[in-house]
């Protein structure tokens, strides 16, 4: 299996373009998770689909963050408009079961997003 | 507020010595618990985990200890190796009901 598949591995953009990150979780794999890596805050969740129903977007900081999972083979994350702070480096993660116990959790390489 | 408190944001190691890496948590429901290695670039790998019935888990070189009285846990790493240099992020559940709550991480760097 090739794991999970984001991208583009880097993003450069200027502030107020959108961007949409892209994720393939792997295959058999039930839940998808969109984390948000900083500095200061560390690794974030962001949100978290069941059999791609969104199931708590509470940690999406803003309105412009939007996600989106129409099947189970991709989901989509979305800024927009993309602003200076929402540089980060971005994770998919996906599992077999929502439930963490026993059901390791397996990352992306992420997607590096940097907004001048 | 953090609910998973990694408050050592980098530890360096003389290769062979034993590394000690830990982490706080705040919510008593917390009863699954994990640790996360990251190499530059990639996305973060599991590397051990541990539930609130057992105070110890060990996995070769990497032994995961909970104290559930003082909501500490800590991985411990012997001997080191140059390889473990990677960033180490403690997380925590409610296994039954959320997910993973992620610290910020340690960053070890493993000395040759």
């Known amino acids: 299996d090739a794991g999970v598949i984001q991208s583009p591995r880097h993003e450069v953009t200027e502030m107020g373009q959108e961007v949409t990150l892209r994720c393939k979780p792997i295959?058999?794999?039930?839940?998808l998770f969109w984390y948000r890596q900083t500095m200061m805050r560390g690794l974030e969740l962001l949100i978290y689909?069941?059999?791609?129903?969104?199931?708590?977007d509470s940690g999406m900081p803003e309105d412009r963050f939007s996600a989106k999972m129409p099947n189970a083979s991709f989901s989509t994350l979305k800024i927009q408009p993309s602003e200076p702070r929402d540089s980060a480096v971005y994770f998919c993660a996906s599992t077999k079961s929502i439930h963490p116990m026993g059901n390791e959790q397996f990352f992306g390489p992420g997607t590096r997003l940097t907004v001048l | 507020d953090q609910q998973v408190k990694q408050n050592s944001p980098s530890l360096s190691v003389q290769e062979g010595r034993i590394s000690i890496l830990n982490c706080d948590y705040t919510?008593?429901?917390?009863?699954?618990f994990l640790w996360y290695k990251k190499y530059p670039a990639e996305g973060p790998t599991f590397l051990i985990s541990?539930?609130?019935?057992?105070d110890k888990n060990e996995d070769g070189r990497f032994t995961v200890f909970l104290n559930k009285s003082a909501k500490h846990l800590s991985l411990h790493i012997v001997p080191s190796q140059p390889g473990d240099s990677a960033v180490y992020f403690c997380?925590?559940?409610?296994?039954?009901?959320?997910?993973?709550?992620f610290g910020k991480g340690t960053r070890l760097s493993v000395i040759a």
């Open positions: 689909f069941n059999n791609n129903v969104p199931i708590d």
């Open positions: 997380a925590a559940s409610n296994s039954g009901n959320t997910p993973l709550v």
């Open positions: 919510n008593s429901m917390f009863d699954y």
């Open positions: 541990i539930s609130s019935i057992k």
């Open positions: 295959s058999g794999h039930n839940s």
